[in-house]
């Protein structure tokens, strides 16, 4: 089978109206001969264009990336059929299921999909698609679980991982992160990563690889100390969660302090205010001196019905100036970098119920605030 090298954005004008359309081809001389099998199936035009003339622009793909939005997408058989209507890559390759939000006696059940995966690791061996049963997995508290498929042998399976490093995208795919706390399944699908259709493969380059924050939104400090935190949409480019909005003053609008004890094991306790009395100290949680500041580091988790924030505390600060310049803490639990999206910074003198509101968005959990 042939592989398209170059992947085109041709601006079209016919009876006075722009198209914008992609193509594939092996060599650019093709170029015009798809347009003209496009316009021609296309109930829009349906007849031949009055070429070169109207093709106004044709452009290499990563010229217009990040600044054009693609209308049409040529799919004709001397283009890019084949690259469309086949798996390229290793996933799931079916429709994504609903996944649930329950277990059922006592097992996290994933239903019956479609995949594409390869029999070795680094994309080598055997390519194919398959059908992966239904099955029940046990899922672990307080930490977040990864779904995945497995290879096994030519009769792929859903495995519970713990980690997602064990996903190699050839013979082990992802399909969902599942954070099993407080009682409730916080459920983050991967998506749909098989085929390889061109308005995904833009979609997936447009947005960043991990979870990240597409849209505005506000986060601000209700009267007591509480999180008022607006609805949110997160994408990691191929799947996109709209997490509810939150008011940790309101009932089952829940909040979490992790903090680390005097023997650095993580551990959290529910709590509806942020904290201004205690840091994150190396012996544990330590007392707020007087004029001192501390940073409450408010996470989302996602999920498109859940409503749970965790927040992690800083150490101690000599000002409020030093606390706003300070980097971003790294030592985080596994649960947060798995399972959540940093949305702000509240610093707060030692009593204070006047935090400083530092909003984060489209930046790492782990980069310098500026």
Same mark, same amino acid.
């Given at each position: 089978?042939?592989?398209?090298?170059? =992947?085109?954005?041709?601006?079209?004008?016919?009876?006075?109206?722009?198209?914008?359309?992609?193509?594939?081809?092996?060599?650019?001389?093709? $170029?015009?001969?798809?347009? &003209?099998?496009?316009?021609?199936?296309?109930?829009? @035009?349906?007849?031949? =264009?009055?070429?070169?003339?109207?093709?106004?622009?044709?452009?290499?793909? +990563?010229? $217009?990336?990040?600044?054009?939005?693609?209308?049409?997408?040529?799919?004709?058989?001397?283009?890019?059929?084949?690259?469309?209507?086949?798996?390229?890559?290793?996933?799931?390759?079916?429709?994504?299921?609903?996944?649930?939000?329950?277990?059922?006696?006592?097992? !996290?059940?994933?239903?019956?999909?479609?995949?594409?995966?390869?029999?070795?690791?680094?994309?080598?061996?055997?390519?194919?698609?398959?059908?992966?049963?239904?099955?029940?997995?046990?899922? $672990?508290?307080?930490?977040?679980?990864?779904? /995945?498929?497995?290879?096994?042998?030519?009769?792929?399976?859903?495995?519970?991982?713990?980690?997602?490093?064990?996903?190699?995208?050839?013979? @082990? %795919?992802?399909?969902?992160?599942?954070?099993?706390?407080?009682?409730?399944?916080?459920?983050?699908?991967?998506?749909?990563?098989?085929?390889?259709?061109?308005?995904?493969?833009?979609?997936? &380059?447009?947005?960043?690889?991990?979870?990240?924050? +597409?849209?505005?939104?506000?986060?601000?400090?209700?009267?007591?100390?509480?999180?008022?935190?607006?609805?949110?949409?997160?994408?990691? /480019?191929?799947?996109? #969660?709209?997490?509810?909005?939150?008011?940790?003053?309101?009932?089952?609008?829940?909040?979490?302090?992790?903090?680390?004890?005097?023997?650095?094991?993580?551990?959290?306790?529910?709590?509806? +205010? #942020?904290?201004?009395? &205690? !840091?994150?100290?190396?012996?544990?949680?330590?007392?707020?001196?007087? /004029?001192?500041?501390?940073?409450?580091?408010?996470?989302?988790? #996602?999920?498109?019905?859940?409503?749970?924030?965790?927040?992690?505390?800083?150490?101690?600060?000599?000002?409020?100036?030093?606390?706003?310049?300070?980097?971003?803490?790294?030592? @985080?639990?596994?649960?947060?970098?798995?399972?959540?999206?940093?949305?702000?910074?509240?610093?707060?003198?030692?009593?204070?119920? *006047?935090?400083?509101?530092?909003? %984060?968005?489209?930046? *790492?959990?782990?980069? +310098?605030?500026?």
């Amino acid at each position: 089978m042939s592989t398209y090298r170059n =992947l085109r954005y041709c601006e079209v004008l016919h009876d006075s109206v722009y198209y914008d359309v992609m193509v594939g081809v092996n060599d650019l001389d093709e $170029v015009n001969d798809v347009l &003209q099998e496009w316009a021609l199936a296309n109930s829009s @035009i349906g007849e031949a =264009l009055d070429l070169p003339a109207a093709l106004t622009k044709n452009l290499d793909i +990563t010229e $217009v990336l990040t600044a054009k939005d693609i209308d049409n997408f040529v799919y004709m058989k001397s283009a890019i059929s084949s690259y469309m209507d086949k798996p390229r890559f290793a996933g799931v390759s079916g429709d994504f299921p609903t996944l649930p939000k329950v277990l059922v006696v006592s097992e !996290y059940v994933m239903p019956e999909i479609t995949a594409a995966i390869y029999s070795l690791p680094d994309f080598k061996g055997v390519f194919g698609e398959f059908t992966i049963d239904s099955l029940g997995l046990t899922l $672990v508290s307080d930490e977040v679980n990864f779904i /995945g498929v497995s290879y096994n042998s030519g009769f792929p399976i859903f495995v519970r991982y713990n980690s997602a490093e064990s996903f190699d995208y050839s013979s @082990i %795919i992802p399909v969902a992160m599942v954070l099993y706390f407080d009682g409730e399944l916080n459920v983050i699908p991967i998506g749909q990563l098989a085929n390889g259709l061109p308005e995904k493969l833009i979609q997936v &380059q447009k947005k960043r690889s991990e979870f990240a924050i +597409t849209d505005d939104f506000t986060i601000a400090s209700g009267a007591g100390n509480y999180v008022e935190l607006s609805a949110l949409e997160v994408s990691n /480019g191929v799947e996109t #969660i709209d997490c509810l909005a939150m008011d940790t003053e309101t009932a089952d609008n829940d909040m979490f302090l992790w903090y680390k004890d005097g023997s650095a094991v993580w551990q959290n306790v529910a709590s509806d +205010t #942020i904290n201004n009395t &205690q !840091y994150q100290g190396a012996a544990g949680l330590a007392t707020l001196g007087s /004029g001192k500041f501390v940073i409450n580091y408010i996470y989302r988790v #996602i999920d498109d019905a859940n409503l749970l924030i965790f927040n992690i505390l800083s150490g101690s600060f000599d000002s409020l100036a030093a606390a706003k310049e300070s980097d971003m803490i790294t030592d @985080i639990p596994d649960p947060i970098k798995e399972g959540c999206i940093l949305v702000g910074r509240f610093i707060v003198e030692k009593s204070s119920l *006047s935090p400083t509101v530092q909003k %984060i968005q489209r930046i *790492s959990p782990f980069a +310098t605030v500026v």
